[in-house]
């Protein structure tokens, strides 16, 4: 769960997409359509370096608020330009994107483009390997801006903080999400992977101050959320473009 085979791909680009589940449908009928059909369709969307569905559970760490997600994909792609032009791909606008109104409230989607640092590889994973990670979506302090805040999370010592995680990321918002006035629905996210989730909630439990305690002034925790997670790897490992 911990080292993704791409921990050397810095100048890939990360793009989180925050889904909120429809409220008429099911739990159930949610993750189970996420992780088949859906998941099935996406495989046709030929400029997916890699494709990760992180699957909401419950309940929630203590200390941030709980993140209204039900499911969060996490995708790659070679450059920042291919993944601002998936919605102009007929492999995602013809297939997965009419496929999103079944099971997501789309009104609510969110996103982030980011480039991801690694603060600790951990060991080497497997498609199916089992594990558990938690998710912290940081929103950035008031008046803070966001080269700044770029620059102090980065240099947070988050893996100091949390010896039992056995990877630790760091992606922020490319600079790109800020033009024209624009934001993100966050502008970073601290991935912490675990064995499972028990092991999860120990070490939050033990590290979860001190964690908050390396973002302390960097962030607004009262508009920062925690996704605890378990992955399915749809696309794994990431590959580079001339291996897809």
Not at 20 to 48: C, M, N, Q, Y
Not at 141 to 166: H, K, N
Not at 223 to 243: G, H, K, M, Q, T
């Amino acid at each position: 769960m911990s080292r993704h085979p791409n921990d050397d791909r810095s100048d890939m680009i990360k793009v989180f997409a925050l889904i909120p589940r429809r409220p008429d449908v099911s739990h159930d009928f949610f993750h189970e359509h996420w992780a088949g059909p859906h998941a099935d369709l996406a495989k046709r969307i030929t400029t997916l370096r890699g494709y990760v569905q992180s699957h909401r559970i419950a309940p929630g760490p203590s200390g941030l608020p709980d993140a209204i997600y039900e499911g969060i994909a996490e995708v790659w792609f070679d450059d920042a330009a291919t993944a601002a032009g998936m919605g102009e791909d007929p492999n995602y606008a013809e297939h997965a994107h009419l496929d999103e109104p079944n099971f997501i409230d789309t009104d609510n989607l969110g996103f982030l483009l980011s480039e991801e640092q690694v603060q600790r590889e951990g060991p080497t994973v497997a498609k199916d390997d089992g594990g558990a990670k938690l998710m912290l979506l940081l929103r950035r302090a008031a008046g803070q801006a966001s080269e700044d805040f770029a620059t102090a999370v980065r240099a947070a010592p988050i893996a100091d903080a949390v010896p039992d995680a056995r990877r630790v990321s760091v992606a922020v918002a490319i600079p790109d999400m800020y033009l024209e006035g624009g934001e993100p629905t966050f502008d970073a996210v601290v991935e912490l992977s675990f064995a499972d989730a028990d092991a999860l909630h120990g070490a939050w439990s033990a590290s979860g101050e001190k964690v908050l305690g390396t973002l302390e002034g960097t962030i607004d925790p009262a508009r920062c959320a925690a996704f605890p997670a378990d992955e399915l790897r749809v696309i794994w490992p990431v590959a580079v473009a001339s291996a897809a």
